[in-house]
């Protein structure tokens, strides 16, 4: 009697195979691979002009978190909206659910490329702002690390969220909109708190990217670490949030 053997492939292998065809297919991409390498190292030097401002200091927090938030959007979020429709409009995802592949596999080699990009062109893009606007060093590298690292992912699933309600890749343009608006807002409001009245400026304390611009500003520039708490916690809120509609809402099949 002749035992066959089954061969089992781990999650782990399945994550690496999937996450390998995502860099190639995004490498193919030209346009796509300049979005998300030159433009954003290219963000920093648009605050140039502020540099020899007398009221930049004011403005540090606000600049460096705005300069996150841009690159983000064309690094993390974008690439992962696009790619989600596109996998789910061309059936991809459905014939890998209809195999061995868990559907966290999927969409976690789905933002890979997304997650990868978004670390490494965070620290390129702080790189060339302390260089190029005079920053000082941040004072707080873990804290600064933390609210990166949760900052990117919540920018990989606003990116699943969006593909949700978002029926072809030409329509990403005008879906993607208001999620751009609302993410890169965010760091702005700092600034204006001062004119706002108490309630409006409580409001704005939950916006993500201005909790994230709250945690960037204390981990940067050394104000109390107790500071970052809250918006800490606002931002993790918002990532449990989201995950949550992906988990529940996600489309892995085409509109019929």
Do not use: H
Not at 39 to 62: C, K, R, S, T
Request: proline share 4%; hydrophobic share 55%; charged share 10%.
């Amino acid at each position: 009697m002749t035992t066959q053997e089954t061969r089992t492939v781990s999650p782990f292998s399945q994550w690496a195979a999937l996450a390998k065809a995502e860099f190639t297919l995004l490498r193919r991409n030209t346009v796509q691979v300049m979005y998300a390498i030159a433009l954003p190292l290219a963000v920093p030097l648009l605050f140039i002009p502020l540099a020899n401002n007398a009221e930049m200091d004011e403005q540090l927090g606000m600049v460096v978190a705005l300069i996150l938030a841009i690159g983000l959007v064309f690094v993390s979020y974008y690439n992962t909206l696009s790619a989600a429709v596109n996998r789910r409009e061309e059936q991809v995802l459905t014939r890998l659910r209809a195999g061995e592949v868990g559907d966290s596999t999927i969409l976690t080699s789905l933002v890979t490329p997304g997650l990868f990009l978004g670390l490494i062109m965070s620290v390129g893009m702080f790189a060339v702002a302390i260089a190029a606007l005079d920053l000082p060093i941040p004072t707080n590298i873990s804290l600064l690390a933390a609210c990166v690292i949760v900052t990117v992912v919540l920018f990989l699933l606003a990116g699943l969220v969006t593909a949700i309600y978002t029926r072809t890749a030409e329509s990403a343009q005008i879906t993607s909109l208001p999620v751009i608006m609302v993410l890169t807002i965010g760091p702005s409001l700092l600034t204006m708190r001062s004119l706002m009245n108490d309630r409006l400026a409580t409001i704005t304390e939950y916006v993500p990217t201005t909790a994230m611009a709250d945690v960037m500003a204390t981990a940067w520039f050394g104000a109390d670490i107790a500071e970052a708490t809250k918006p800490m916690l606002i931002l993790i809120g918002w990532v449990v949030a989201t995950a949550m509609i992906v988990a529940t809402k996600f489309r892995w099949s085409r509109r019929g």
